[in-house]
């Protein structure tokens, strides 16, 4: 089995263009990204979140995945690096605490032409191009779109109470826990959710640890995706309007029509791949990474990211 770690290109705008973040290992003298391996049961955007704050001191939030680097260590043994782009605010560098240590010895700011001179490793080119194409066609500021299928739920012969009530199994509940790591490294702001027993039960762990608003939506429930569908899809374009980071979560029968009302976001190839999203499992995510609306433009989709769930049984 590879070793697998993650990381992301962290990158901000400044008078004279665009600039990234290269961090200083002493202990190997080389300059590269911020990345590292995996915590036992940890996520890897959740990983990827977590060793930037430790490397970095920059708390950020996930942006479009770039690239997974594969190569073979000194040992001889594979290695996976997943990584992402990573917006660093004013207000995170203002909050950036950083305290040089053996693995880490300096950082520096630079533009992506010194940054290719500095790498000292040749594949940690391969996610600065993905990096610089996305800021050409100005598709590399975006907010996340997550859609979110309710955790494992009782089974419907096994519940006679009515379907509004319905509540998670114990591995759905530990699945609920699990995605409060998991969407945190998006940091969306606002849960828009079914009001339906499972589907509140699922996001409820990551409004308890974080801050972000919530609403209940009767459209995002079975019933109300079947009786009025027009109404859900208003919901959706709605909520993209808004610019925010949105979870959006709902029930399987619903899935169809929430695709339906993000097809126009996206290209030919990103409307075949939101058709997998109607056959997700519980628990399971989608990631659209989309620009924010600005004049005539509704903001549209730059990539999406299928997030399989933590546990499952």
Not at 38 to 44: H, S
Not at 65 to 75: G, I, R, V
Not at 192 to 215: E, F
Not at 231 to 238: N, Y
């Amino acid at each position: 089995m590879p070793v697998v770690a993650a990381g992301a290109l962290l990158w901000r705008k400044e008078k004279d263009g665009l600039k990234v973040l290269l961090i200083h290992r002493g202990r190997y003298d080389d300059w590269s990204w911020p990345k590292g391996k995996l915590d036992k049961g940890e996520g890897i955007a959740e990983a990827a979140v977590r060793e930037i704050k430790e490397e970095t001191g920059i708390k950020v939030s996930l942006g479009p995945k770039l690239f997974e680097s594969k190569y073979t260590l000194a040992n001889g043994s594979k290695k996976v690096v997943h990584y992402w782009s990573a917006k660093v605010s004013d207000k995170a560098l203002k909050k950036q605490h950083f305290a040089p240590d053996e693995e880490v010895s300096s950082f520096q700011w630079v533009n992506v032409t010194d940054a290719k001179k500095m790498l000292t490793y040749e594949h940690d080119n391969d996610p600065l191009d993905v990096l610089v194409e996305l800021n050409k066609a100005n598709t590399l500021d975006t907010r996340p779109i997550i859609i979110l299928r309710h955790a494992k739920a009782t089974p419907r012969d096994q519940w006679k109470k009515g379907e509004a009530t319905r509540p998670l199994l114990p591995t759905g509940l530990i699945q609920a826990a699990s995605l409060a790591s998991t969407l945190k490294a998006y940091s969306p702001r606002l849960v828009v959710t079914s009001s339906w027993k499972r589907c509140m039960d699922t996001v409820l762990p990551y409004l308890n640890k974080h801050k972000s608003k919530l609403l209940e939506r009767s459209q995002l429930s079975e019933l109300g995706a079947k009786n009025g569908p027009k109404r859900t899809i208003k919901l959706i374009d709605k909520l993209i309007a808004s610019g925010k980071g949105v979870v959006i979560c709902s029930h399987r029968p619903a899935l169809p029509t929430i695709v339906k009302a993000l097809s126009p976001y996206g290209d030919k190839s990103q409307r075949k791949e939101l058709e997998e999203v109607v056959a997700m499992n519980p628990a399971a995510m989608y990631v659209l990474h989309m620009t924010k609306p600005t004049g005539k433009s509704k903001g549209k989709i730059v990539a999406i990211e299928s997030i399989a769930p933590a546990f499952d049984d």
